[in-house]
């Protein structure tokens, strides 16, 4: 089924269309139920008036010398008449049920009196046509006293509907007005109120057709109503996480274009010298194969953050269990451990959290690399995971020679340095991951009993762990 906006209708469009429609279509039909109802009234008051017409010329009727008699002057039947637009038209049939005076051309009425009725000479009220013409007719079957058994004279009375159908034409085109009226009133209003409620909505739309194309700041309309609030409070997210995206994307360029320059500059000069002879072939190759080195890495850590920003807020987390991912991380970077012969301890309780495997995998292995590059060789380190109260702790420790003072509030800056470690962007990779994954990360040098010498480095990660893990 087609959506009610799927062909770019005007919110003011359908609004004003679902109000006043429905609105229109009752005035329409209660105008018409208005004109059944006043001509049934109007009927209903002539209806009085055919029933004391007939009456009255039943009150006549009498017996003279055996014979029927009735003496019918025409203002027993003209002051009925409420204008000269309809006409009375009357007829009465004697004891036998012929006729005897009137009209003859008005049909006769062909019903019969019940005998057994209360009110057998009730008067009966039925549409017929007179001469072409629609007519309405009272028939009454009036008792007349004779030295005989008692008989009953057919009175039958009619009238031309012209009046009664224009009167009621007449109230119903004076309704039809005033409702065509009170719709002009209520498209007006309807207008105004929709017009007024969509003021926002046109603010909203001119304060972003006039931003320049690099604002991505939030929006706020003046006076927007609370229904907008929640397309606001979205789009505003909307450009912070587009104002995220190109600043992570200007910062990937900006450093990419830095810190690889130097490196292949180094890599230029180092060959320019051996070609020149400088040095001996092995020591320029060695060289050049540590410059080579240190650009893979710094490539590599570029594009684990351009895939850390990518993965931000898309596709679907999963659970991750953090102490096999762990295990799994330390026995990629077993062979660094062994190369400098190191201690390394892994103490993991099942901790599971929301997240994505890899940027768990890489956030484990970055703060490893760390803790190996800057440990000595034969020294300690390892890792520890402990779960409690709904909270996980991925600690990792070393016993290098920690953090200075002054540089602990940089060192998840890109390429800064801390203490004796070079700049790089591992650290700055863990803080993207952690602030991804609404976890926690902080950085602690750890000291000896008597406090004055750094004897390591603890990086703690604190993670919400899944319900019911």
Known sequence: MAHPFSRRRSVRTYLLAWIISPIALFIV?????????????????????????????????????????ASLPYAALEIYEADYSSRMIYRINDLDGAFFDGDEDLPAYRGK????????????IYEDTYNGVPVRVAALFQPVVTNGPHGAA?????????????????????????????????????????????????ALRRQLDERPADDLSP????????????????????????RRLLDHQQRFVANASHQLRTP?????????????????????????????????????????????????????QEVCDLSMLARETAVDLSP????????????????????????????????????????????KLGVRIRSTDGQAELLVWDSGPGIAADAMDNVFKAFSSGGSSSGGLGLTICGEIVDSMNASISLR???DGDGVYCIGLD???????????
């Open 29 to 69: 039909i209660d105008s018409f139920s208005l004109y059944r109802n006043t001509l049934e009234s109007v009927n209903t008051a002539y209806d009085r008036m055919l029933i004391a017409s007939v009456h009255s010329i039943g009150d006549l009727l009498r017996i003279e010398n055996g014979e029927l008699k």
């Open 113 to 124: 009196a019940d005998k057994e009725a209360i009110y057998p000479s009730l008067a009966h």
């Open 154 to 202: 057919l009175v039958q009375v009619a009238e031309t509907m012209e009046n009664r159908s224009a009167l009621a034409r007449k109230i119903f085109w004076e309704t039809l007005i005033r409702q065509a009226a009170l719709l002009v009133v209520i498209v007006s209003v309807t207008l105004y109120v929709v017009s007024r409620a969509l003021q926002p909505v046109d």
């Open 219 to 242: 929006v706020a309309p003046p006076m927007a109503p609370r229904e907008l609030q929640p397309f606001i409070n979205a789009l505003n997210q909307l450009m912070s996480r587009l």
């Open 264 to 316: 292949l500059a180094v890599l230029k000069t180092q060959l320019q010298s051996g070609l020149r002879g400088d040095a001996p072939p092995q020591v320029i190759l060695g060289e050049m194969s540590d410059t080579v080195e240190r650009a893979t890495n710094l490539a590599n850590q570029l594009l684990s953050l351009a895939k850390v920003e990518q993965l931000r807020g898309r596709g679907a």
């Open 336 to 379: 660094l451990i062994a190369e400098k012969n190191l201690d390394f301890e892994l103490d993991a309780q099942k901790a599971f959290v929301m997240g994505h495997p890899w940027m768990v995998s890489e956030l484990i292995s970055n703060l490893l690399h760390n803790a190996i590059r800057h440990t000595a060789e034969g020294g």
């Open 445 to 447: 040098n750890r000291f």
């Open 459 to 469: 990086a703690a990660v604190a993670f919400r762990t899944v319900p019911g893990s």
